[in-house]
């Protein structure tokens, strides 16, 4: 039995009313399939607090979507690690592809962060997967390899221990285009067993998520994969009824 990670990225979306409806809709049909996997929800910063009173006695989890690399002071509009923790967040999203293209983060300012949310005790969410581009040249594994050495460099040894790891091919994301399980089951083995070359971790200790357009028709046969340890979930996760069918279906498999 594997235990399976379920994270809401819910973006730049949501309102009070959504947030009330969602967890209105959670609650009254969920309380079972809660409890087997850990379920995280990650709403924009300024609902981090709503979402929190929400899952009281619920079985789930508060994520983040980002930090910044600072932790006080001067820096216009940022939130740091340190707020998050005061505000019970536990999970943070790091080194998105939308804030790697968008937001021109690079592996250092990533690694930073990721050093940042561990200094401070909670779980970071690594973000890692190829372009499109790339993965036509064949250059998926030398992109993974690139993106993970940038940790080991900044952290050394125990990187990824309690750690989550999101591989989530570029080309996936948004697009209803979602990989096939078993090229992401390859992909994830190749990851543990790069991460184990490396860190003193060992690969069953390893959580890999995938991510790019999961929704409740093709979740089964992702889970079915041994490698394939959650889901990092962004439109699927806006709407509590589509949301609570990809939690079933993992509570019913794992
Ligand atoms: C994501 O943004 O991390 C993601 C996987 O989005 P979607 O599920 O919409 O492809």
Same mark, same amino acid.
């Given at each position: 039995?594997?235990?399976?990670?379920?994270?809401?990225?819910?973006?730049?979306?949501?309102?009070?009313?959504?947030?009330?409806?969602?967890?209105?809709?959670?609650?009254?049909?969920?309380?079972?399939?809660?409890?087997?996997?850990?379920?995280?929800?990650?709403?924009?910063?300024?609902?981090?607090?709503?979402?929190?009173?929400?899952?009281?006695?619920?079985?789930?989890?508060?994520?983040?979507?980002?930090?910044?690399?600072?932790?006080?002071?001067?820096?216009?509009?940022?939130?740091?690690?340190?707020?998050?923790?005061?505000?019970?967040?536990?999970?943070?999203?790091?080194?998105?592809?939308?804030?790697?293209?968008?937001?021109?983060?690079?592996?250092?300012?990533?690694?930073?962060?990721?050093?940042?949310?561990?200094?401070?005790?909670?779980?970071?969410?690594?973000?890692?997967?190829?372009?499109?581009?790339?993965?036509?040249?064949?250059?998926?594994?030398?992109?993974?390899?690139?993106?993970?050495?940038?940790? @080991?460099?900044?952290?050394?040894?125990?990187?990824?221990?309690?750690?989550?790891?999101?591989?989530?091919?570029?080309?996936?994301?948004?697009?209803?285009?979602?990989?096939?399980?078993?090229?992401?089951?390859?992909?994830?083995?190749?990851?543990?067993?790069?991460?184990?070359?490396?860190?003193?971790?060992?690969?069953?200790?390893?959580?890999?998520?995938?991510?790019?357009?999961?929704?409740?028709?093709?979740?089964?046969?992702?889970?079915?994969?041994?490698?394939?340890?959650?889901?990092?979930?962004?439109?699927?996760?806006?709407?509590?009824?589509? @949301?609570?069918?990809?939690?079933?279906?993992?509570?019913?498999?794992?």
């Amino acid at each position: 039995m594997k235990k399976f990670f379920i994270i809401a990225n819910w973006k730049l979306n949501g309102s009070k009313k959504m947030i009330a409806n969602f967890f209105k809709h959670l609650k009254f049909h969920s309380s079972t399939y809660l409890k087997k996997n850990t379920i995280i929800i990650a709403p924009p910063t300024i609902y981090l607090e709503r979402v929190y009173k929400n899952i009281n006695n619920m079985n789930i989890m508060l994520g983040a979507q980002n930090i910044d690399i600072n932790l006080q002071g001067a820096f216009t509009g940022e939130n740091s690690v340190l707020m998050l923790q005061d505000i019970g967040v536990k999970y943070v999203i790091v080194g998105h592809s939308e804030r790697r293209l968008l937001h021109y983060e690079t592996d250092d300012i990533i690694a930073k962060k990721f050093h940042l949310i561990k200094k401070f005790n909670l779980i970071p969410i690594l973000c890692i997967g190829e372009t499109e581009i790339d993965k036509k040249n064949g250059q998926t594994q030398t992109i993974i390899k690139k993106q993970l050495n940038s940790i @080991f460099k900044k952290l050394g040894k125990s990187a990824f221990k309690n750690t989550i790891i999101a591989y989530e091919p570029i080309w996936a994301i948004g697009t209803g285009l979602s990989a096939n399980p078993e090229d992401v089951q390859c992909i994830h083995k190749f990851i543990k067993s790069y991460i184990e070359k490396y860190d003193l971790i060992n690969a069953e200790d390893i959580t890999v998520q995938y991510g790019g357009s999961i929704n409740h028709c093709n979740a089964k046969k992702f889970i079915e994969q041994p490698d394939i340890n959650g889901f990092l979930i962004g439109n699927s996760s806006l709407s509590s009824e589509e @949301f609570l069918k990809i939690i079933r279906i993992a509570h019913d498999i794992t």
